[in-house]
């Protein structure tokens, strides 16, 4: 690992546990998806843990979040209960956006947790409105941007990072780059394949990171997080990543070779941020044994509320397409 920021035992360990839970949660989820209980599509996160985990770790409650369709590392990471989120995955009342959001569009208020994307690059320019929103109230809130290297390909992308330079607003660009976007070599899509570079064009702050270490990953974003809550404007924060599962449930992966997927699975950020606390003496087998336990028995308990869960009454199913307080305005 990077050791460029201080760890103590109970740090490192909530590092550990946080990208457990992601990864013990979609395994779980793939069952659930086979079993026809979740619906619609299924993007997994497992391989990059680290960045979500790494970026959450400096976000503070008044912070917000904009995430991908890749979501559900983000949204365990930020706080969502994991039991309110299989919930939503299999479309029940109890799940956070009572089952209406499914797997690409999770959304807790409480949380400043603005949901996910189904279209790329859409958060993009939210994000922006909400860091403009926060800076008009006069708070020092950041923002925090999660898009793939795919979104760079959008308009949305350089008219977001254009403004966000104009206005200097406080909002940390998190680009996870796994190579691939959908299925295309990043090399094919993109003259330049350096990300961090095109912050360069709006002469914005960037760097980039192994997202594949929550350690660097999570020092990386410190700095730039400090930096952009200071008022020195926006941040592009490359984490070159890798997703180990295929982009979604019905990809052939084609594109890419079983030994490249292997020759990255040797970089895997859960076993080796494991080993390394093993070696640098942050865990014991005993300790790890019981997180791993403890893991299991939140995504049992998680499993029985969701399972247990209601679906969207018939009657209700035309709620909330309007906003209630207008229905009961134009009301007779």
Not at 67 to 77: F, M, V
Not at 125 to 144: N, S
Not at 217 to 232: D, M, N, T
Request: aromatic residues 8%.
């Amino acid at each position: 690992m990077s050791g460029k920021i201080h760890l103590d035992r109970g740090h490192a360990q909530h590092l550990y546990r946080q990208m457990l839970r992601i990864r013990r949660f979609e395994a779980q989820c793939v069952q659930l998806y086979q079993a026809q209980q979740i619906r619609g599509f299924l993007h997994l996160y497992d391989g990059e843990e680290a960045v979500a985990v790494g970026v959450m770790a400096n976000l503070q409650p008044r912070d917000a979040v904009v995430a991908t369709y890749r979501e559900h590392g983000q949204a365990l990471a930020r706080g969502v209960p994991m039991d309110r989120l299989l919930a939503e995955m299999l479309g029940k009342v109890e799940g956070c956006c009572r089952g209406r959001g499914g797997s690409m569009h999770v959304f807790d208020r409480e949380r400043r947790f603005f949901g996910g994307n189904a279209i790329v690059g859409g958060g993009l320019p939210l994000a922006a409105g909400i860091a403009l929103a926060d800076r008009r109230r006069g708070t020092d809130a950041v923002t925090a941007c999660f898009f793939g290297e795919g979104a760079v390909t959008e308009g949305a992308f350089h008219e977001t990072m254009n403004l966000a330079a104009i206005w200097r607003l406080p909002l940390l660009f998190v680009c996870e780059n796994n190579l691939y976007a959908m299925g295309m070599p990043l090399a094919d899509a993109e003259a330049e394949t350096e990300i961090f570079r095109k912050a360069r064009a709006y002469r914005m702050a960037a760097a980039t990171v192994d997202g594949m270490d929550p350690v660097a990953v999570e020092a990386a974003a410190r700095q730039a997080i400090e930096q952009v809550r200071a008022g020195a404007g926006p941040f592009l924060l490359e984490c070159r990543t890798y997703r180990l599962r295929a982009h979604s449930m019905f990809d052939a992966q084609s594109y890419r070779s079983r030994e490249e997927v292997e020759a990255w699975r040797q970089r895997d950020p859960l076993a080796r941020l494991a080993a390394w606390m093993r070696d640098s003496h942050l865990m014991t087998p005993g300790e790890e044994a019981a997180i791993a336990a403890g893991v299991e028995d939140e995504l049992a308990a998680a499993l029985r509320f969701a399972q247990a869960g209601t679906l969207e009454p018939v009657a209700e199913l035309e709620r909330f397409v309007l906003m209630e307080s207008v229905v009961q305005e134009a009301a007779p």
